[in-house]
């Protein structure tokens, strides 16, 4: 079984938290263990050390090339808007596994 240690990053972490808790929900569901949790963008540089992947907000999807800098190691990504702003956790989950390949 794969399991997944995720990152969502935005300005202050709170929105993202919402959408940790539906990506979380659709885990369990699909029997998938995984790690989600949510950060400021601020903390990327630490928290992404640990990470399979880091997801940002689409409301900082202007920082993902610092991101990517900080992290050089690490898959980053926007967050889909559409799937964000639905807080369509088992949608952004796929776009995880797409990306990771598992």
Do not use: W
């Amino acid at each position: 079984m794969a399991k997944f240690n995720i990152i969502l990053c935005c300005a202050m972490g709170m929105s993202t938290s919402m959408l940790c808790n539906k990506m979380r929900e659709a885990a369990k569901y699909e029997g998938i263990e995984a790690t989600i949790e949510a950060h400021p963008l601020a903390a990327v540089e630490e928290v992404g050390k640990t990470a399979d992947i880091i997801l940002l907000g689409p409301q900082v999807r202007y920082q993902k090339d610092a991101v990517i800098a900080k992290c050089p190691n690490k898959p980053v990504d926007v967050v889909d808007m559409s799937a964000y702003g639905m807080m369509d956790g088992k949608k952004v989950l796929a776009q995880v596994r797409k990306i990771l390949g598992r």
